[in-house]
């Protein structure tokens, strides 16, 4: 569970590489992972043994989302975002997930309760289901059907 919040940072941290090959600047990259990602991985996990397993997880986390911070302030330098900019645009992708993410626990939480033991495949169904309406919900909700609509049809 403490890795889906790793993996939610990491999802976007990805764009990076592309920044700096984009802008002509792998080398920066490469130095960035030499000198503090594979480190940090090295020392988040030889702190978090002293917990066992979820002590790494947490440590490894925390250590992404510092680690991740640093990499795209690098990286929107490079191509002149700022800050505010970058973490404004990611507010409402960042809102629903953590909106689907409670959704899905409220929903498995509500099963629990009522002692209902369902299989995975309907249980699957549910998530799909679920993501579809709260996915359309956003996306009318921030007006996102217009950069769909610019991307499918960019006449």
Not at 38 to 59: D, K
Not at 106 to 111: G, H, P, S
Not at 120 to 140: K, N, Q, S, W
């Amino acid at each position: 569970r403490v890795l889906s919040i790793c993996g939610l940072i990491q999802s976007i941290t990805t764009t990076v590489g592309t920044i700096y090959q984009s802008q002509g600047r792998p080398d920066i990259a490469f130095k960035f992972n030499v000198f503090v990602s594979v480190p940090t991985v090295f020392l988040s996990v030889l702190i978090g043994l002293q917990w066992g397993i979820n002590g790494v997880a947490v440590c490894y986390t925390i250590r992404t989302i510092i680690v991740s911070y640093f990499a795209n302030r690098i990286a929107n330098k490079l191509i002149e975002l700022d800050d505010k900019t970058f973490f404004v645009s990611m507010m409402p992708h960042f809102g629903f997930g953590l909106f689907l993410c409670f959704f899905i626990i409220a929903l498995k939480v509500f099963f629990q309760l009522n002692h209902v033991v369902l299989d995975p495949r309907t249980l699957l169904f549910i998530e799909l289901i679920a993501t579809f309406i709260v996915g359309g919900i956003f996306v009318l909700r921030f007006g996102l059907w217009k950069e769909w609509k610019l991307i499918l049809n960019p006449k």
